[in-house]
C-alpha cells in the first residue's frame, strides 16, 4: 500500500525514535520511496523542529533521545476528520501555523492503534480538497505574528500600507483588535487614526510595521461579526440594500445550491431559471460577484446595481473589442 505523504514521513519519525539508527538507503527500504523523496521527508521533519542529527562516521540519522510524542487517545472518525484537515487546510495558515498544524498530524498519527492508522492512510490518500486561490500565507508571516501579539498585548501598531482604496501608500497607526481568514487571505481589523474609523487591512499589503510601546483600551462593543454584519463579503458600506436577481436555467441549480449569504431567498420560475434575494450592507462586492456569471444572470432590483453592471459590462465590450481590432 502506497503510504499518504504524513504516514510516511511519521514513519520515519517512529523508527528514529525507537533509538535504531538508519541510513538513508534504510529508510528508502523501510518507507518504499526514492532517497530523493527520503531527503525531502527528512528536511520537513527538521523544518517543524524535529531534533534528529547525521552521523557522518556511520552515515545513518538518529533521533535526539529526549524527544518523544505523547500519547493521544482518538476513535477513528476523530482521527481521520483532523487528519484530513491537517492534509488539505494547512495550506492556509501562516508558516509556523502550518509547520504546528503537521506535528500535531504526526503526533496524532504516531499514536493511533494499528488498525485505525492502517484506515486513515488507505482512506487520505482518496480523499482531497481542492483550494481556492489565496495570498501566499509566508509573505505576511513575520506581520501576522507581530499583529498577533499586539491583538493579545492590546499594543498599538503603526504600518506603511499599500492600499488598493487610496491609490498609493499610506501610514496610519491602527488599534489592532481581530485577525481573521477571509476571501482568500488574512486580515487586521483595527481602528484607523487615519481613518477614525474601524478599517479592514490586508496582512500582504503591509509593507513595514512597527509595534508601539502604546496600548490601548478597545471598545466593550466591538463583535467581529456584527462589524461584518450583513455585507457580502467583508466591507460594509453603511446602506443596506434590497438585491434581487434572476438567473438563467444554465446555471440556476448551481448558484441556488451555495449559501451565499445568510439574507438569501431563492424562488425557481416555471421556465427553470431561479430568482434570488439578498439584503445586503453595500453593493460593491455584489457587484462584482454578479459580473462573474456573465451574460447567465440579470439585475432586477435595484437600479442602481442595473446600470452599475451595464456601464462596467459595456466598458468590458469597449475593451475587448479595441484589442480584436488592434489584433485582426
Known sequence: MKLSRISRIVKILTSLQSGQRYSVKELTELVGVSRRTIFRDLNELSAIGVPFYHDRRTGSYQLDPGFFLPSIDLNLQEALSLLTLIHNGSSHLPGQFRKSAIMGGFKIENNLPREIRRYCNATLNDISIRHVSHSPPDLSDKVFWSLQRSVRMKRKVKFLYD????????ETEIDPYHLTFKSRGWYVVGFSSMHNELRTFKLNRIIKLTIMEKCFIPTEKFDIAEYFGRSWSMIPEGKICHVKLKFSRKVAKNVSEVHWHTSQKSHFNPDGTVTMEFRVDG???????????????????????????????GQMVKNHSRKLKETS
Open 283 to 313: 453593493l460593491g462586492e455584489i457587484g462584482w460577484w454578479i459580473l462573474g456569471y456573465g451574460d447567465q444572470v440579470e439585475v432586477l432590483a435595484p437600479a442602481e446595481l442595473r446600470k452599475h453592471i451595464a456601464k462596467t459590462a
Open 163 to 170: 492600499s488598493v482604496y487610496e491609490g498609493c501608500e499610506i
